[in-house]
């Protein structure tokens, strides 16, 4: 089967029910989704799918309809997507485990509502955990984000 991720075309052999997030990690080496529960609780392997968020360890290789992007293809690290840049701004990653997910689910948040408030972003972001408890540095460059993709 063929899967577009981060702008190229991969054929891949694999069974078709095989997760998502194994084809990425796994045939195409691409680790910026984690592996963090495998029951779409954690959001640690968040990706989108034509922008659209979606946790890749819950879906099948052959459902995959649309451009997958992963963290690598959001920014690099010369030219970072905004929300990575505020990620690095405010210092948000700790042990950094989850923070590929967390960025992704941002920019997918912020892609539908361009001025999120405190709750919408707690909201928005829920989905999304992190056991160093970043949160309150999350929020901040969420905001941080908003505002200068607003100025953009």
């Known amino acids: 089967m063929k899967l577009s991720v981060n702008g190229t075309v991969h054929d891949v052999d694999v069974e078709e029910d095989m997760p998502l997030l194994w084809v990425l990690r796994d045939e195409l080496g691409i680790t910026g989704p984690k592996y963090g529960c495998g029951i779409s ?3 640690a392997c968040s990706v989108h799918i034509d922008g659209e968020l979606v946790k890749s360890c819950q879906v099948a290789a052959m459902d995959v309809e649309g451009e997958v992007t ?3 293809g959001l ?15 405010h210092q948000v990653a700790q042990c950094g485990y989850c923070q590929s997910g967390q960025i992704m689910a941002a920019a997918a948040l912020l892609s539908q509502n361009a001025a999120p408030s405190d709750a919408e972003i707690d909201e928005g972001m829920s ?3 992190c056991r160093c408890g970043t ?7 969420v ?8 100025g953009a």
């Not at 949160?135 to 460059?141: K, N």
């Open 143 to 150: 905001k941080t984000a908003a505002l200068q993709m607003k």
């Open 70 to 72: 992963t963290i690598e």
């Open 75 to 89: 920014g690099t690290p010369d030219l970072m997507h905004t929300v990575q840049q505020a990620w690095v701004t």
């Open 135 to 141: 949160y309150p540095r999350i929020r901040a460059a």
């Open 127 to 129: 989905a999304n955990l």
């Open 41 to 43: 609780q954690c959001g």
